[in-house]
């Protein structure tokens, strides 16, 4: 019985797969919006630049955000656990032609990412090899991407591009793609100061990956560390194991990028899956002989229904699974990871000194705060810790939308619990309103300045002030109103 168990988890641990992008999988099961993109209104609303970097994460933290949960997950995202949300997708085509997300521009996500320190990446996709090999190859159709991603972060005031090119012919994975990156990297890093160039890359190197080439060739790779089970799978199986088999997270990291652990491991950011897998399967059994493939899950489900079902634990690749029996003769099995096996996956990335890790997706968790709490646990630096990076304990940020008509919005942030004062004053010094005067705990505010129907009916148009005072602190910013 020891020997068939054996044989059994070398055969199942093999079965994944050369060519398969869970990302683009979701795209087609969840992504089938019945909009027109022509039909979506362009949003007025200034966007704002990023207004600091963050120092209070000890590691970068970098989200997916896939249009099909863009309406619900802003509800929910904790921009104080992030560093970077990647909008998802802007499809490009053979020619270097970009494509928009439904409900372009997301403009509110923007905006509250800038304020809070949160970097704004756009995220390009393909998965066609023929499309990609003709891109590749083509000097005018990679200049037209270039310049239609340039433009692109320019226009929003993005912070970099992804590259979430996936499915490659093998021959198409080693230089031409590296030269490629390269290429694009050089161009926006010469045309925009501190845009990040990024990759999505993959969690094993089947053949034809130059990884150490393609990390140097960009500012860092995110791993897609998933992907290990799906509809392929002969046995149910983990998404993303820790240990066990032949492939698992732990391999990714020494042996699939150990020329790039060795060189510079801030250039890899370790991606974690906020999905799992359902199969009908042969038994009760883990790792059973699979019917059929269900479809990918997502935590906010997961979590909840194995509450019911019974959160099952697989000790040797540490991940969880539930099961449960149909009709008294049919088993159903899904596994997915939860805060305990993804706090695991942090500790391995910390212990190789990552630049950081990440989710696909956000949004996937819902409502839900057990996986912030993972990240927070391991990411945010403790106020009791002596290496704890200095920054300014209080920030006054530009107001936005600036010029303004009728109204705007004036943002600070606080280190310190402090007696805040936040006046507007015209350009001889005269006080217009008081907009705050009361003690508050450190965090980031927004205060609404409305003209007409609120703090000055009759404002004439021209400059004015806004003057921050906390504590010892005063600051002051001009701003400039047009009837």
């Given at each position: 019985?020891?020997?068939?168990?054996?044989?059994?988890?070398?055969?199942?641990?093999?079965?994944?797969?050369?060519?398969?992008?869970?990302?683009?999988?979701?795209?087609?099961?969840?992504?089938?919006?019945?909009?027109?993109?022509?039909?979506?209104?362009?949003?007025?609303?200034?966007?704002?630049?990023?207004?600091?970097?963050?120092?209070?994460?000890?590691?970068?933290?970098?989200?997916?955000?896939?249009?099909?949960?863009?309406?619900?997950?802003?509800?929910?995202?904790?921009?104080?656990?992030?560093?970077?949300?990647?909008?998802?997708?802007?499809?490009?085509?053979?020619?270097?032609?970009?494509?928009?997300?439904?409900?372009?521009?997301?403009?509110?996500?923007?905006?509250?990412?800038?304020?809070?320190?949160?970097k704004?990446?756009?995220?390009?996709?393909?998965?066609?090899?023929?499309?990609?090999?003709?891109?590749?190859?083509?000097?005018?159709?990679?200049?037209?991407?270039?310049?239609?991603?340039?433009?692109?972060?320019?226009?929003?005031?993005?912070?970099?591009?992804?590259?979430?090119?996936?499915?490659?012919?093998?021959?198409?994975?080693?230089?031409?793609?590296?030269?490629?990156?390269?290429?694009?990297?050089?161009?926006l890093?010469?045309?925009?100061?501190?845009?990040?160039?990024?990759?999505?890359?993959?969690?094993?190197?089947?053949?034809?990956?130059?990884?150490?080439?393609?990390?140097?060739?960009?500012?860092?790779?995110?791993?897609?560390?998933?992907?290990?089970?799906?509809?392929?799978?002969?046995?149910?199986?983990?998404?993303?194991?820790?240990?066990?088999?032949?492939?698992n997270?732990?391999?990714?990291?020494?042996?699939?990028?150990?020329?790039?652990?060795?060189?510079?491991?801030?250039?890899?950011i370790?991606?974690?899956?906020?999905y799992?897998?359902?199969?009908?399967?042969?038994?009760?059994?883990?790792?059973?002989?699979?019917v059929?493939?269900?479809?990918?899950?997502?935590?906010?489900?997961?979590?909840?229904?194995?509450?019911?079902?019974?959160?099952?634990?697989?000790?040797?690749q540490?991940?969880?699974?539930?099961?449960?029996?149909?009709?008294?003769?049919?088993?159903y099995?899904?596994?997915?990871?939860?805060?305990?096996?993804?706090?695991?996956?942090?500790?391995?990335?910390?212990?190789?000194?990552?630049?950081?890790?990440?989710?696909?997706?956000?949004?996937?968790?819902?409502?839900?705060?057990?996986?912030?709490?993972?990240?927070?646990?391991?990411?945010?630096?403790?106020?009791a810790?002596?290496?704890?990076?200095?920054?300014?304990?209080?920030?006054?940020?530009?107001?936005?939308?600036?010029?303004?008509?009728?109204?705007?919005?004036?943002?600070?942030?606080?280190?310190?619990?402090?007696?805040?004062?936040?006046?507007?004053?015209?350009?001889?010094?005269?006080?217009?309103?008081?907009?705050?005067?009361?003690?508050?705990?450190?965090?980031?505010?927004?205060?609404?300045?409305?003209?007409?129907?609120?703090?000055?009916?009759?404002?004439?148009?021209g400059?004015?002030?806004?003057?921050?005072?906390?504590?010892?602190?005063?600051?002051t910013?001009?701003?400039?109103?047009?009837?």
């Open positions: 019985m020891k020997t068939f168990i054996t044989v059994l988890f070398f055969f199942y641990a093999e079965s994944y797969p050369q060519f398969f992008s869970v990302h683009n999988a979701d795209k087609q099961t969840y992504g089938n919006i019945k909009m027109l993109e022509a039909n979506v209104p362009e949003n007025q609303t200034e966007i704002i630049p990023l207004q600091f970097e963050k120092s209070e994460l000890t590691a970068s933290v970098f989200g997916y955000l896939p249009y099909w949960e863009y309406q619900s997950a802003r509800n929910y995202l904790r921009f104080d656990l992030l560093t970077h949300i990647a909008l998802f997708n802007f499809a490009a085509d053979s020619l270097g032609n970009l494509h928009n997300p439904y409900y372009w521009p997301w403009t509110d996500v923007i905006n509250k990412a800038h304020l809070n320190g949160v704004v990446i756009l995220s390009t996709t393909n998965f066609k090899a023929s499309q990609m090999r003709q891109l590749l190859n083509s000097d005018s159709a990679k200049q037209n991407l270039y310049l239609n991603l340039k433009n692109k972060i320019e226009t929003y005031k993005l912070d970099g591009v992804n590259i979430d090119f996936e499915e490659y012919y093998s021959a198409d994975r080693g230089g031409l793609l590296n030269n490629f990156m390269k290429e694009l990297t050089d161009s890093h010469a045309a925009i100061p501190n845009c990040e160039v990024s990759f999505a890359g993959p969690a094993v190197n089947w053949s034809g990956w130059k990884l150490a080439g393609l990390a140097n060739a960009c500012d860092y790779i995110f791993i897609m560390g998933y992907a290990f089970a799906g509809k392929w799978s002969d046995y149910s199986d983990s998404n993303a194991p820790l240990l066990g088999g032949t492939y997270i732990t391999n990714t990291l020494a042996k699939q990028y150990a020329d790039v652990i060795k060189s510079n491991p801030k250039k890899l370790l991606g974690v899956p906020y799992g897998n359902k199969w009908k399967t042969k038994t009760q059994e883990p790792h059973s002989a699979t059929t493939y269900g479809n990918t899950t997502r935590f906010r489900d997961d979590v909840t229904v194995s509450q019911t079902y019974g959160l099952l634990w697989e000790n040797t540490k991940t969880p699974w539930y099961r449960w029996k149909l009709n008294d003769t049919t088993w099995q899904v596994w997915f990871d939860n805060d305990s096996s993804l706090g695991l996956k942090y500790d391995l990335a910390k212990s190789y000194h990552l630049k950081g890790i990440g989710m696909w997706a956000l949004g996937y968790d819902g409502s839900r705060t057990e996986l912030w709490n993972a990240i927070e646990k391991r990411f945010v630096t403790s106020v810790n002596e290496k704890v990076i200095a920054e300014p304990k209080f920030l006054l940020s530009q107001n936005y939308p600036n010029p303004f008509n009728p109204e705007t919005i004036i943002s600070y942030r606080l280190s310190v619990f402090s007696k805040v004062s936040l006046k507007v004053i015209d350009i001889l010094g005269n006080e217009i309103t008081t907009l705050v005067n009361e003690e508050k705990h450190p965090g980031i505010y927004h205060v609404e300045f409305k003209v007409k129907t609120g703090h000055a009916p009759s404002l004439p148009s400059i004015y002030f806004y003057q921050l005072r906390a504590g010892s602190f005063t600051q910013k001009k701003m400039l109103y047009l009837k």
